[in-house]
């Protein structure tokens, strides 16, 4: 008699994604100033959430905000550590000083930013636009971050997931610029106890790609990939681990 089949989720995995912004910080806007990076990344959370669902039915999926709230970069992290995620991914739009650049990357911690760029788009991503926490301090930042640097594991694994996402991405958006797999000094990432990543979708406040962005269609795409990607993710690292 054939062994049952095998169920295509056999490991605990539990994935946090947290919709970047909220609240009181709204993020990057549009170029015609109609939709702000806050409320999409909270839609394609929702929209991510059930689509892994989907491809892995006994996959944990939290997401660190259900609403327009305001939350700490520190509270994210906290909330991902607290419940345990095997990964985190905090989604964003990006935005350029010119708004003329498109394409979609994805970022893992690092001290130092890889450029110029990568520098400026972490500091947009860091800027909470309201005071920090008492209890947190840049110095404290540095020292948790290099402690951080040496557990090489999830550093590695963020990158398998971040090459997979840019991969998906490729695959159905042959048009859009790759803009690669990057690091630097995001402060969502920083005290993260898993492998964890940043993914800037593509840029909002573009005249061609804003639009895109805010089109179901479009959404629907950039979901996909990310979810191709997760459940890849799945697949070489979580179940053979
Ligand atoms: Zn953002």
């Known amino acids: 008699m054939l062994a049952a089949p095998k169920p295509i989720l056999d490991k605990r995995f539990r994935l946090v994604i947290d919709p970047g912004h909220g609240g009181e910080n709204e993020g990057c806007h549009g170029h015609d100033h109609g939709v702000v990076e806050k409320e999409l990344t909270l839609a394609?959370?929702?929209?991510?959430?059930?689509?892994?669902?989907?491809?892995?039915?006994?996959?944990?999926?939290?997401?660190?905000?259900?609403?327009?709230?305001?939350?700490?970069?520190?509270?994210?992290?906290?909330?991902?550590n607290a419940a345990e995620a095997d990964l985190f991914l905090s989604l964003h739009c990006n935005a350029s000083p010119l708004s003329n650049q498109t394409g979609y990357e994805t970022f893992i911690l690092d001290l130092e930013a890889s450029n110029e760029e990568t520098a400026l788009t972490a500091q947009r991503e860091n800027d909470e636009g309201f005071a920090r926490p008492a209890n947190t301090s840049s110095e404290g930042d540095v020292?948790?971050?290099?402690?951080?640097?040496?557990?090489?594991?999830?550093?590695?694994?963020?990158?398998?997931?971040?090459?997979?996402?840019?991969?998906?991405?490729?695959?159905?958006?042959?048009?859009?610029?790759?803009?690669?797999?990057?690091?630097?000094?995001?402060?969502?990432?920083?005290?993260?106890?898993?492998?964890?990543?940043?993914?800037?979708?593509?840029?909002?406040?573009?005249?061609?790609?804003?639009?895109?962005?805010?089109?179901?269609?479009?959404?629907?795409?950039?979901?996909?990939?990310?979810?191709?990607?997760?459940?890849?993710?799945?697949g070489d690292i979580v179940r053979r681990a």
Do not use: N
Not at 62 to 73: G, K, M, Q, V, W
Not at 146 to 167: C, V
Not at 195 to 223: N, T, W
């Open 44 to 80: 394609m959370a929702q929209q991510l959430a059930s689509r892994v669902h989907e491809l892995l039915p006994r996959a944990e999926i939290l997401l660190t905000r259900e609403a327009d709230e305001t939350l700490h970069l520190s509270q994210r992290v906290a909330f991902a």
């Open 143 to 234: 020292s948790t971050m290099l402690r951080e640097l040496s557990m090489t594991a999830d550093r590695s694994r963020a990158a398998h997931f971040a090459r997979a996402i840019q991969a998906q991405q490729r695959k159905l958006f042959p048009d859009r610029p790759d803009r690669g797999v990057r690091q630097g000094p995001f402060d969502v990432l920083l005290g993260a106890r898993m492998p964890a990543v940043l993914h800037e979708v593509g840029f909002l406040d573009h005249p061609g790609e804003g639009p895109m962005l805010r089109s179901a269609s479009g959404q629907a795409k950039l979901v996909e990939a990310i979810a191709q990607a997760t459940a890849s993710y799945y």
